[in-house]
């Protein structure tokens, strides 16, 4: 009897324990269930984490030497102040390597672009995979020093700062760079005979030359100011319709006192000047419009006659109106006004690397080569969208490097902020989505330098030839004048060719920005900004700039607020031309 109890004792714990083990295998295989699936880790990423591991160490702890030993007694384990110096110097120098190596492939990497270089085998491979490291390097170090030294060249909102910088090192590294550069093109321009004869542009009867290089009497000055010395008359065009021309009523004083600058080269460009201001615009064709040999040969074969009326009155240098401007015909229209914009950037660059040449009469201060403003920029364009402002940069880079001959800087940076971008369209009319296609970001801000054989984009303001810019992002650079403590509107004192474009979307943004940047051009600069006086213009020092800047104003529209910036702010002495054609 004894014998069947422990029997039957030893079935029971034996059922029990076979009945635990089921239920913990149970529950353990309900919190596998539950607990989510565990990540492989791909060979490459393994790689990358394990040479990121190894670059930390390396940079951040010091090396062991072979012949040290180890050992557990507490006696070696200390060591003299002798050795412990040696080793915070040994530490401290090891760290300081590390970081110069690290901003130099940066900064290697920020001059070169995207090429990419390697020694091969393992350190190759180590450089392939440090790619995501020397990009966070590049983006931490390289981007936050071009965004203090560039006005143009971000979208953050401390402008004022950014404006600010040209009396920083940076700047000064800029301007030394640039003065590098302009003289090694000088000597290139020289070696392949591109450089004009100063008396060439009189004798054709350049547009450019006439305009920029005449002073004005001090008698039509009174006259421009004076809006009963303007008569009106009408002409037609094929294919812009009738055109109504202003021209200042001026006859010149037949008996003149001769002066030292009444030379023969003079007095032909004041016959030009003359003639331009009294005639009416005739529609030409391209190669009567005075274009340079670079931009005529890369002109697209497909220019409209539209496109050469536009060019022919926009090349005589008078302000012009269109307020017929359509969707269909807004990429005519930007071609128009970006190759008359390069070709007065290309001009006057070819001006000033010539009287370059001319060491000996510029030291003896002859007033022949007086060619500049006070700052470096010639053009403001004015444009609502980003997307408008990527389609003039394409056209630049076609007109200038067709077939990618010539190099274009921070081209990657351009693409990545000014992406394109596909519209769907959905339910809503065509010229909706033909006005707001692309990126529509309204607050951005573009300096570009043009140079022989490079178009620098994101450029400094005041290292700048051309600014492309939105309303907003021009207005929040110049601030308001009484409100902001830091104001700078320097880089508008030598504005020679305003172009605002789609006037009517403006419109629907704030005119009031478009207003206050046109009445804040030609003032006074407060600073300097290593001009050189003697090669600023005497009409721009007498404060008479605004008497000389061409102002486009194109509109699909005609609004008071556009009418107002025509007749209060248009002072161009060679006259105006507004097309009016019966709706």
Known sequence: QAYNCLIHFYKRISRFTMRNKFNKRKEAALRAAKRPPKRRIDKEERDKDVFKRRKFIKNNFVEEGPAVEESSSEDEAVESGYGQLLQVFAQTTKEKSAIESDSGESSNEEEGGDVVTG???????????????????????????????????????????????????????????????????????VEDGETLVENDDSETGDPFAAHFETELEPDMITALNDKTRWKASSSSFPELGNLQVQNLNYEPKKTKVKTLMDIEPESKLLQVQKRLISDQPEPKTLLQLHLKQKLLMNTPP????????????????????????????G????????????????????????????????????????????????????????????????????????????????????????????????????????TFEGNIDDSFKLGIGVTKKTLKLYTDFYSSDIIISSPLGLRLVTGVEGEDRKTDTDFLSSIELLVVDQADVVMMQNWDHVATVVNQMHSQPKDSHGVDYSRVRLWSLDGQAKFYRQTVLLSGVSAPEINSVWNKSCLNYMGKVKVMNEV
């Open 302 to 329: 497909s220019m409209t006659p539209y496109q050469t009326e536009m060019m022919s009155i926009m090349s005589s240098y008078k302000d012009l109106l269109y307020t017929e401007r359509t969707n269909e015909k």
């Open 331 to 434: 990429d005519e229209l930007r071609m128009a006004y970006t190759l008359h914009a390069l070709n007065h950037i290309l001009k006057t660059r070819t001006k000033i690397l010539n009287n370059n040449a001319k060491h000996d009469a510029r030291d003896e201060s002859d007033e022949k080569l007086r060619d500049q403003g006070f700052t470096r920029p010639k053009i403001l364009i004015i444009v609502p969208f980003k997307e408008s402002c990527r389609k003039i940069v394409e056209m630049m880079i076609t007109l200038l490097f067709p077939k990618e001959k010539g190099s274009v800087s921070n081209r990657k940076r351009f693409n990545e902020d000014y992406a394109k971008i596909e519209t769907a369209r959905k339910d809503k009319p065509d010229d909706y989505y033909e």
């Open 119 to 189: 020694n091969g085998g393992d350190e190759g491979d180590d450089s392939e995979l440090g790619e995501e490291e020397d990009d966070e390097a590049e983006i931490g170090s390289g981007e936050e020093e071009d965004d203090e030294a560039e006005i143009g060249s971000g979208e953050e909102e401390d402008d004022e700062a950014e404006i600010g910088s040209g009396e920083e090192e940076d700047n000064e590294e800029n301007l030394g760079e640039n003065a590098e550069e302009e003289s090694d093109e000088e000597h290139d321009e």
